[in-house]
């Protein structure tokens, strides 16, 4: 059943005019961050009344991405008729979902505490969700390759490709949870740091403030964090670039959501590097890389 019959999800027309205007356009929206020097979460969010709170905000924009996905999956093979979807389309669908599970369900749950997000980013991120799940979830569910001689024509050595770019696909994953998990430890620390700073003043009798771990950042060190700033980014564009070569170089959507969360994300890195430098110190942050070793 169609939510908006024709349009969720989309008619192949409807669906090509969405890849390219998804394609062209939304690099120059990311590209924006460099003029604007405004960006109303994590370390640079401030007091607003348009703030939502962290956790909340994180699930409410991540999550539509994966279901639009699940949605689009379930329903446009059958309106195309086709009955069988090949086992590349569904496990390039499951990847998805295993990676979204993890970022809008796992990932703020997880930690520890999270700085409130403006309405604005969340806006922003809810709409890169929906485009890019029904850019890439039409894809997979019938406006690709759904039959394996379709799959075999992607170029030659087509498995080998698909095994290559989901080994890539895992490597990122792996790297980009174990960077995530660096960043919460530090606020985990403190927090154990706070607790025993609160018990040893009530042993003293003093009735001490509650343990708050709030924005609290150091510069982090372990794994890639010695030579930068972001390998957490860095990882997940290790992901999608392996899915891109699982789905294969033709695979527009994939290409296209690898180079919007690069423009989204590198000028993200780069004013990142800008705060830690501000906050710590040349001496502590400046020889590391933002996100790209070798390049900035
Ligand atoms: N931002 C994007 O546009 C984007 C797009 C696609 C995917 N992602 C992925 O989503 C994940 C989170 O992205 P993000 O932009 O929120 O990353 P981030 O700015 O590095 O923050 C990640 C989390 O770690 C905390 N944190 C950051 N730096 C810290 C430090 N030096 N010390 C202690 N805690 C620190 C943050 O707390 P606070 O919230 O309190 O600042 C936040 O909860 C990443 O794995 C990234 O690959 C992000």
């Given at each position: 059943?169609?939510?908006?019959?024709?349009?969720?999800?989309?008619?192949?027309?409807?669906?090509?005019?969405?890849?390219?205007?998804?394609?062209?356009?939304?690099?120059?929206?990311?590209?924006?961050?460099?003029?604007?020097?405004?960006?109303?979460?994590?370390?640079?969010?401030?007091?607003?009344?348009?703030?939502?709170?962290?956790?909340?905000?994180?699930?409410?924009?991540?999550?539509?991405?994966?279901?639009?996905?699940?949605?689009?999956?379930?329903?446009?093979?059958?309106?195309?008729?086709?009955?069988?979807?090949?086992?590349?389309?569904?496990?390039?669908?499951?990847?998805?979902?295993?990676?979204?599970?993890?970022?809008?369900?796992?990932?703020?749950?997880?930690?520890?505490?999270?700085?409130?997000?403006?309405?604005?980013?969340?806006?922003?991120?809810?709409?890169?969700?929906?485009?890019?799940?029904?850019?890439?979830?039409?894809?997979?569910?019938?406006?690709?390759?759904?039959?394996?001689?379709?799959?075999?024509?992607?170029?030659?050595?087509?498995?080998?490709?698909?095994?290559?770019?989901?080994?890539?696909?895992?490597?990122?994953?792996?790297?980009?949870?174990?960077?995530?998990?660096?960043?919460?430890?530090?606020?985990r620390s403190e927090q154990r740091r706070q607790d025993r700073l609160v018990q040893q003043a009530a042993?003293?009798?003093?009735?001490p403030?509650k343990a708050d771990v709030?924005?609290?950042?150091?510069?982090?060190?372990?794994?890639?964090?010695?030579?930068?700033?972001?390998?957490?980014?860095?990882?997940?564009?290790?992901?999608?670039?392996?899915?891109?070569?699982?789905?294969?170089?033709?695979?527009?959507?994939?290409?296209?959501?690898?180079?919007?969360?690069?423009?989204?994300?590198?000028?993200?890195?780069?004013?990142?590097?800008?705060?830690?430098?501000?906050?710590?110190?040349?001496?502590?942050?400046?020889?590391?890389?933002?996100?790209?070793?070798?390049?900035?």
């Amino acid at each position: 059943m169609s939510l908006v019959p024709g349009w969720m999800p989309p008619t192949r027309e409807r669906w090509e005019v969405l890849v390219s205007a998804w394609q062209l356009f939304y690099p120059f929206l990311g590209n924006l961050q460099w003029l604007i020097n405004w960006y109303g979460m994590g370390k640079t969010s401030k007091d607003s009344r348009f703030n939502i709170p962290g956790r909340i905000a994180w699930f409410t924009m991540e999550s539509p991405g994966f279901l639009t996905l699940l949605y689009i999956m379930k329903t446009l093979p059958l309106q195309h008729g086709v009955t069988d979807l090949p086992w590349q389309n569904r496990v390039l669908a499951g990847l998805f979902v295993i990676h979204y599970s993890y970022r809008a369900v796992l990932f703020p749950y997880l930690q520890p505490s999270m700085a409130p997000i403006h309405v604005l980013v969340w806006g922003f991120a809810l709409f890169f969700q929906i485009c890019n799940a029904t850019s890439l979830g039409c894809w997979l569910a019938a406006y690709g390759p759904t039959t394996e001689e379709a799959w075999a024509a992607t170029g030659s050595f087509a498995t080998a490709r698909f095994v290559l770019g989901i080994g890539l696909f895992y490597l990122g994953l792996a790297g980009n949870f174990f960077h995530d998990e660096e960043l919460r430890e530090i606020r985990r620390s403190e927090q154990r740091r706070q607790d025993r700073l609160v018990q040893q003043a009530a042993a003293d009798g003093k009735s001490p403030a509650k343990a708050d771990v709030t924005k609290h950042y150091r510069v982090p060190e372990a794994g890639l964090f010695k030579y930068m700033l972001y390998p957490h980014y860095l990882c997940e564009w290790v992901e999608w670039l392996g899915f891109w070569i699982a789905a294969g170089w033709g695979c527009v959507p994939a290409r296209a959501f690898l180079i919007n969360e690069i423009a989204t994300m590198f000028p993200r890195a780069v004013k990142g590097k800008w705060w830690y430098v501000e906050k710590f110190g040349e001496d502590k942050v400046g020889k590391k890389w933002a996100v790209l070793p070798g390049v900035y």
